[in-house]
């Protein structure tokens, strides 16, 4: 209690602060207090003895205590009037209390009028360390005598900072800040990182460096400080308990702190059940709680099996809902099956029994699942096992009970969800004590009812859930809270996730009546946070090691550091200054780092840079990284590289030498030249240095969808397209489609068929008089000169594949809005058209939705629902269009080329755009990199970045000099376009012109500028 005269103000009918009156705005406080009073049954306060009384002649001795508030003094006080009182305290300056002790300080003296922080010289102990100097105010006036008790300062950085803050030196350094940090002995590090992974995976190396450097030094002698164990709990098991490297290094790791991460497979598995019996099932929640281990152990499925399930769930729609009678409970009718498991299952079983090509209604409302073959009957059976169970655990829970009654449902339960191994067994044993605590609660009061949310909560308080228990003091590396490791000495100390989200702010509660106007001694959580770090300085005998963001995880810039951090790295710079110079080393303090693990500076394959300086710390040739697969990854790269000196650090990635035999092909399709110009660093990263990247896969949504989102709208239309040119009316495509899911329920979806059908109409009587006339397959081919293959002794690269046409025209429909990209296969199979059959006038219509046009017209003008664009190659003559089909095909060849060997910023979209203003540009440069290769490569770059980046002599030969890598790659390009491509029927509306420029611009008009199908 801070101010108990208050409490027993408000008791006796008062409404002050202790001290004046409260004001109107918190006059709500005292009443409730004296409403909860009276229903308690208390009617006045009363003051106990302090002591009992046969302790009263004892020796009383207080440890380890840091922070005293007046009520704290005043016990202390009345102690020592009868015995002797021995206060061992965590102090933030040597001698404090003496010095306290000169001045006069009265007890209740408001903070406002003896501010003390003001008084120290150090500027991290004025920030920090006020409620300790407070503590030692209030200590002083009850002290008879006070003495301090220090040890000498390591002769290390971390020696000299403890040094400078017991001292409270303020030695202004004559070194610029950021030399002096440069000037450190690796005793106190500071890891700026790129996001919670980074960190963790720095964390475990440099507390690898720091063992393999002392072999005195033991894993028991580390503790590490996790500001949110929560968020950083997932990753320390997999990261730092790993085995690493030849000799199987490893970290070995205890959580002290008992939080959710913490829990036993046990209790997780336990509350996720009732979790799901008492919300809605969501796909991702039963995913996610028949991935547990206890779970799938009990109903016998594989891993594999787990990720089969999910494809097949997702594919399926499932959203949420048992079934629809569980969906009632959320106002659902009963007739909407859609989205819930049970449908799903109702789906597999008759996939398993009737086998179709396509889908078709098998059974009422019913269509088979097609995507499963046998080997999956046994997977769907123990899906069907676990439904069924989830199902009448739901049915017997959703009323209350008694606490015998959910003793047997608890008891049920374990026995059909849970298994474990033998050794873990004693976790199914507490939650056999569970179940018998609650069988002796229903023998006391045999008619008490309780629901199953109250249920739920008595289970996951009575279940013991902190794992390793036995480890906890073993020989491992102990991590808890900042605030469960207060002041615990180590030799090293590291504080994991140093950064401003966990700390506090100045701002008060506005209903904390002691924060308006405090007095010394009284709660301050920001000071008594702050003095929390000061006591982990102290705490550390050799090692502070520390880790933050320093960098975007997305963009990778320097992010601001916590304010906390800035004040630190001056209090460090400050303790440096106190060294001799001869006596200093050359470590840095702050140590940026990577945004991959795998990069070469982690192996010692590059030297240190501003950006990563990692090598400082270590010796010569050393690696950073102890992970041996981040390590293969670099090497692999590294002996790809070529010889041109070209090196990463310039450009941002390697130049990768020319392919080797068995790289080479002798044969393509049209798609390879397709990929090549529209994602050509695709095939940088999967086709050469063999990495195939994951998929942004967005996760399932589990809401019953009141519209389909942009993504399933675009699918549901080009499915629609599709089945129509294969001959299927729009009613018996719409019929299967409903019963494959994934629309919206009843008139809803009746809304969506409405839209997508007029827009599919649209396109198709667009292309009517083109498909009138029957498709037919057009094999095709071309040889082209090839630089891969001349290297290897000749040949020449054969382009092989078949063009769909419509008599002479190549037609192209996209259920999407018009985009330049949509161009590029019709002009590629133009151009080997061409080749193949150079008689023929070969035509391509591309058609797409219209963009929706905003007007602010009160009656605007009616949008052509379509745009479409027709073209044929340039060229009177055979030989000619054969010219220009040739120079199409090269220019693919070419870009296939160059992008096996460096990374081209050719993009799908913002390349075609180098016409539109800046922001247009930018905005569709931005939809381009988020392809997860584009991310990997160009790691979040602007398209200023991007206008800035030069041209490599080696690799970009033939551009225009003076452009950039983006601008050169794009204008050769549409450059090629615009010489190859007349342009018949532009997709893009001519824009007007202001009055009296029709004339300097019709004088001015050329047929290449027709070509770009645009006019700005």
Same mark, same amino acid.
């Given at each position: 209690v801070h101010r108990p005269e208050m409490i027993l103000d408000w008791n006796a009918g008062k409404n002050t602060d202790g001290n004046s009156e409260l004001p109107d705005a918190q006059m709500w406080q005292p009443i409730l207090w004296r409403h909860l009073y009276s229903r308690l049954g208390m009617t006045s306060a009363t003051r106990a003895p302090f002591?009992?009384?046969?302790?009263?002649?004892?020796?009383?001795?207080?440890?380890?205590?840091e922070t005293f508030s007046r009520a704290k003094v005043e016990l202390l006080k009345q102690l020592g009037e009868n015995q002797d009182v021995k206060v061992l305290h965590l102090s933030p300056i040597q001698g404090i209390i003496s010095t306290c002790r000169a001045q006069d300080f009265i007890v209740g003296e408001k903070r406002r009028e003896q501010d003390l922080a003001s008084q120290v010289k150090n500027p991290l102990l004025r920030s920090w360390s006020r409620s300790g100097l407070e503590s030692a105010a209030l200590l002083s006036t009850i002290a008879t005598s006070a003495k301090s008790v220090?040890?000498?300062?390591?002769?290390?950085?971390?020696?000299?900072?403890?040094?400078?803050?017991?001292?409270?030196?303020?030695?202004?350094?004559?070194?610029?800040?950021?030399?002096?940090?440069?000037?450190?002995?690796?005793?106190?590090?500071?890891?700026?990182?790129?996001?919670?992974?980074?960190?963790?995976?720095?964390?475990?190396?440099?507390?690898?460096?720091?063992?393999k450097s002392d072999s005195s030094l033991r894993p028991r002698d580390i503790l590490i400080l996790c500001t949110d164990l929560e968020k950083y709990a997932p990753l320390l098991e997999p990261v730092m308990g790993a085995r690493l490297g030849a000799d199987g290094l490893k970290l070995p790791i205890s959580i002290i702190e008992k939080s959710n991460v913490t829990a036993t497979a046990v209790a997780v598995a336990v509350d996720s059940l009732l979790a799901l019996v008492t919300g809605r099932c969501t796909v991702l929640e039963v995913i996610e709680t028949l991935s547990l281990e206890p779970v799938r152990e009990k109903f016998g499925l594989e891993e594999d099996e787990i990720a089969d399930i999910s494809a097949w769930v997702n594919q399926l729609n499932v959203k949420w809902g048992i079934d629809s009678e569980h969906r009632t409970g959320w106002q659902y009718a009963t007739e909407f099956e859609e989205g819930t498991w049970q449908l799903a299952i109702d789906r597999l079983a008759t996939g398993m029994m009737l086998q179709s090509q396509r889908i078709e209604e098998h059974l009422p409302g019913v269509a088979g699942f097609d995507d499963i073959s046998g080997s999956d009957i046994e997977t769907v059976g123990k899906l069907f096992s676990f439904h069924s169970a989830l199902k009448e655990l739901q049915r017997v829970s959703r009323e209350s009970h008694t606490a015998a009654d959910w003793a047997g449902i608890l008891r049920k339960a374990a026995e059909t969800f849970l298994a474990v191994p033998k050794e873990d067994k004693q976790h199914l044993r507490d939650l056999a004590s569970v179940v018998g605590r609650l069988e002796s609660a229903g023998e006391i009061a045999p008619n008490a009812e309780f629901s199953l949310s109250e249920f739920r909560e008595y289970v996951a308080e009575s279940i013991p859930s902190i794992r390793?228990?036995?480890?906890?003091?073993?020989?491992?590396?102990?991590?808890?809270?900042?605030?469960?490791?207060?002041?615990?000495?180590?030799?090293?100390?590291?504080?994991?996730?140093?950064?401003?989200?966990?700390?506090?702010?100045?701002?008060?509660?506005?209903?904390?009546?002691?924060?308006?106007?405090?007095?010394?001694?009284?709660?301050?959580?920001?000071?008594?946070?702050?003095?929390?770090?000061?006591?982990?300085?102290?705490?550390?005998?050799?090692k502070l090691v520390i880790t933050c963001n320093g960098h975007d995880i997305n963009n990778n810039k320097a992010i601001p550091l916590a304010v906390p951090m800035e004040e630190l790295k001056d209090a460090i710079a400050l303790a440096i200054s106190t060294i001799p110079t001869s006596s200093r080393d050359n470590k840095p303090v702050v140590i940026h780092h990577s945004r991959q693990l795998a990069d070469p500076v982690n192996i010692a394959l590059e030297s240190d840079a501003t950006s990563k300086n990692v090598q400082s710390l270590l010796s010569d040739d050393e690696p950073w990284t102890f992970d041996n697969s981040a390590v293969d990854v670099v090497n692999q790269i590294a002996k790809l590289v070529g010889a041109e000196g070209a090196s990463a650090e310039a450009f941002g990635y390697p130049i990768l030498p020319p392919p080797i035999e068995k790289e080479i092909r002798t044969e393509v399709r049209l798609q390879d030249f397709w990929d090549a110009i529209r994602r050509p660093v695709d095939i940088y990263i999967n086709q050469r240095l063999g990495v195939l990247l994951p998929r942004d896969e967005e996760a399932p949504e589990d809401d019953l969808p009141l519209w389909p989102?942009?993504?399933?709208?675009?699918?549901?239309?080009?499915?629609?397209?599709?089945?129509?040119?294969?001959?299927?009316?729009?009613?018996?495509?719409?019929?299967?489609?409903?019963?494959?899911?994934?629309?919206?329920?009843?008139?809803?979806?009746?809304?969506?068929?409405?839209?997508?059908?007029?827009?599919?109409?649209?396109?198709?009587?667009?292309?009517?008089?083109?498909?009138?006339?029957?498709?037919?397959?057009?094999?095709?081919?071309?040889?082209?000169?090839?630089?891969? +293959?001349?290297?290897?002794? @000749?040949?020449? !690269?054969?382009?092989?594949? $078949?063009?769909? %046409?419509? =008599?002479?025209?190549? &037609?192209?429909?996209?259920?999407?809005?018009?985009?330049?990209?949509?161009?590029?296969?019709?002009?590629?199979?133009?151009?080997?058209?061409?080749?193949?059959?150079?008689?023929?006038?070969?035509?391509?219509?591309?058609?797409?939705?219209?963009?929706?046009?905003?007007?602010?017209?009160?009656?605007?003008?009616?949008?052509?629902?379509?745009?479409?664009?027709?073209?044929?190659?340039?060229?009177?003559?055979?030989?000619?269009?054969?010219?220009?089909?040739?120079?199409?095909?090269?220019?693919?060849?070419?870009?296939?080329?160059?992008?096996?060997?460096?990374?081209?910023?050719?993009?799908?979209?913002?390349?075609?755009?180098?016409?539109?203003?800046?922001?247009? +540009?930018?905005?569709?440069? @931005?939809?381009? !990199?988020?392809?997860?290769? $584009?991310?990997? %490569?160009? =790691?979040?770059?602007? &398209?200023d970045e991007f206008r800035q980046e030069p041209l490599i002599d080696s690799m970009d030969l033939g551009l225009p000099a003076g452009l950039s890598r983006f601008e050169a790659y794009a204008t050769w390009m549409t450059d090629t376009w615009t010489q190859t491509v007349h342009v018949l029927k532009a997709a893009e509306p001519v824009k007007k012109k202001a009055a009296g420029s029709a004339k300097k611009k019709k004088a001015t008009q050329t047929p290449e500028a027709d070509a770009t199908g645009m006019e700005d």
């Open positions: 002591v009992k009384a046969e302790f009263q002649n004892a020796r009383v001795t207080f440890f380890g205590l220090s040890t000498d300062p390591a002769t290390t950085v971390l020696g000299a900072l403890q040094n400078t803050l017991a001292t409270d030196a303020d030695q202004s350094p004559i070194e610029k800040q950021s030399e002096l940090l440069k000037m450190s002995d690796g005793s106190v590090q500071i890891h700026l990182c790129h996001g919670a992974t980074r960190q963790v995976e720095v964390m475990r190396d440099s507390l690898l460096h720091i063992l390793q228990g036995s480890m906890k003091w073993g020989d491992v590396v102990r991590v808890a809270s900042p605030t469960r490791l207060r002041g615990v000495s180590a030799r090293v100390i590291a504080v994991l996730g140093f950064d401003e989200d966990a700390f506090h702010g100045t701002g008060a509660n506005g209903d904390d009546i002691l924060m308006r106007d405090p007095r010394l001694g009284e709660r301050d959580r920001r000071s008594d946070e702050r003095l929390g770090l000061l006591t982990m300085i102290h705490s550390a005998r050799e989102n942009g993504l399933s709208y675009s699918e549901i239309g080009r499915e629609l397209l599709g089945a129509i040119q294969e001959g299927e009316t729009a009613p018996q495509w719409k019929k299967r489609k409903h019963l494959s899911g994934g629309l919206p329920i009843g008139a809803l979806a009746a809304e969506v068929w409405k839209k997508v059908e007029e827009e599919v109409s649209a396109i198709l009587q667009a292309a009517k008089t083109i498909l009138d006339c029957p498709p037919t397959a057009v094999a095709v081919g071309a040889s082209l000169p090839d630089k891969e +293959l001349e290297s290897m002794g @000749g040949g020449e !690269l054969v382009v092989v594949d $078949h063009v769909t %046409v419509h =008599q002479e025209v190549v &037609l192209r429909m996209n259920f999407a809005t018009w985009n330049r990209r949509m161009r590029v296969l019709p002009w590629l199979q133009l151009a080997v058209l061409t080749v193949q059959q150079p008689d023929v006038v070969w035509k391509a219509v591309v058609i797409a939705k219209a963009p929706k046009v905003k007007s602010t017209a009160k009656e605007p003008p009616p949008q052509e629902p379509y745009y479409s664009e027709e073209f044929v190659l340039k060229g009177e003559t055979v030989e000619e269009r054969v010219a220009s089909a040739r120079r199409v095909l090269e220019f693919a060849n070419e870009i296939r080329t160059r992008a096996r060997r460096v990374p081209l910023p050719l993009f799908e979209s913002s390349s075609w755009l180098l016409d539109k203003s800046p922001s247009a +540009l930018g905005t569709d440069l @931005g939809y381009d !990199l988020e392809r997860p290769a $584009h991310e990997v %490569v160009f =790691q979040g770059r602007t &398209l």
